[in-house]
């Protein structure tokens, strides 16, 4: 498998504030990873670098073997989408419109859309399945309805890696299963995947890497069983051990497991 | 002529118990083929031409204009006089003028994300009214390639004033809204009533009341070449704005997702804002001060055809030059033989519209 994104010895601050620090890591081609860390971690500065919005301070980032800030942002966004948690529009937009911006990368300013163009919104629609929503107003359509259309967003730009900041935030149970099965659906399209995960209930069985933020210290990265420990848990979440039903019951998983 | 009627909504949701009947209604919107529109308002624009023109204090009938424009029966002295020195060219300068300021806040209704900017409100038509106070005052000789002094004056200062307001509103790579309206507010007064000192200072009597007047917004009657120029510049600001329509879609989704998008954000800025200034500023330099136009008409638009900005460039163009021709004609003949400035009477019409819209925004997105 080969190396898509690389990031290495990545520094960045905000307002004064240190939060990335000798952040390095690898992303294989066609891996499905979760990144986890407490609030104010940097999850979402990490994701901003990776998709080249944010220019770090120190460090670099290379995609595809090629410095992140070397290639041009059209080229970066044929091959990077990234879904942001928030998206507010001031005008009744329909699914449509919405989802049509993702081909602003494969557009020029004169020519408007073409064949592949609507061929590629039409193949994001269906496999974000908001097909059915195409002509309903963005504004007006649930939270989870909107989550997908997002995501219908970053597939028209036919990403080769797709990076998500907390895709399941504020969805009921029923959706957030949902979430997860498209994200594995993405993934056996050939899509790499990077999401940031708040619920870690959902990392265990779903992810095949976790990236874990802790603040000050470098990234740690490893799978599911090794990250989720509830020591490592513990520490990176500053959390006590006796207090999350999470953390009590990950130690008896891993109690059992001993025996 | 057969008109698509498209609704939007497949199924609408009930209507909740203590929710307002008016949100279930806004599902139904009845969208017209942007084609068909095209075409209506072109026509109606044809329609309000002839309109405008046969009403005034001496009155042509529309049958007269036809049949001298079809060489059956020639026009008399006094008639040609007033249909192409006074008339023609005021109706041609209201289009000019309405046209400028509905694309102006178009462009930065889309810009700001922000459904209630208007030139006036943004501070840009208060930077323009500065800026031609000063070409008036001291370079009204001047010109530089044919554009007169009092122009590309206006053209700076509305520039210069856009750049002012956006920077004041800018913090942290984040631009707040609120901010942004309000200090543009604050300095489109400053700036708009600073021409009170330039009427005090002004020491050619007569041209006293030309500049009161056109700060109250009336549509003056220039001269063919002064219209032809401002015909020029609109013209290029048009132009150049028809391939940053499609990029102002994108950046109606936010500055990070637009530039994760590709876009190059900071320069797309600059050139909406250069744009949206020369629109403000060929407008101011024709007809003052005139509140409100470049808010409606956009708003009105997109009601008609949505809110993509590839459609609706053309529709609000068409839709600003008929509604200040409308305007101007209201403002020549209500109180005939009085004028009133067309620019009072759109405060009159604007203000409660911006009332509305500002309530409206209220319920959708608390700030």
Redesign the interface.
Known sequence: MSCLLRMEAVHFDY?GQKVLRQTTFDLEEGSCSALIGLNGSGKTTLL?IA???LRPAEGSVRLLGRPLEAI???????TV??V?QQ????????VQ??VE??R??Y?G??R?PGRNDRLAVDRALDLADVS?LR???F??LSGGERQRVKIALGLA?QPRLLLLDEPTQNLDIGRQVELIDLLHFLRAEGITILASIHDLHLVDKNFSTVLLLSPGQPLATGTPEQMLKPSILERAFQCPPDRHPLLIERAELYRKEAR | MAIEIATVSNNPPPTPPHGEPAEASRHERVRLSPLVLIVLLTVALGVTTLVSLATGAVSISPRTIFAAMLGYHPLTEVQRLILFHLRLPRVLTAGLVGAGLALAGLLFQGLFRNPIADPYVIGSQGGAILGACIGISFFSQWSVFGFSATTLLAFAGSAATMALVYSLARSAGKTNVVTLLLAGFAISNMFSNSSYFFELFDRRGDDNRVLAAWLHGVIGVPTWTELAISATLFAVAALAAVPLMRTLNTLVLGDEYAQQLGIRVESARVSIILIGSLLTAVAVSLGGMIMFAGLIVPHVARLLIGPDHVRLLPVTALAGAIFLMLADTLARTLFAPSEVPVGILMAFVGGPFFLYLLRKMKRSYTV
């Open positions: 307002r901003r998709a080249g919005v041009p942002l059209k080229e970066v966004a044929r989408a990234l942001p998206l507010e529009l001031p005008f009744a937009f329909t419109q919405v911006q993702g602003t990368p557009i300013m004169l408007g059915s002509h309903r107003v504004n007006e730009q």
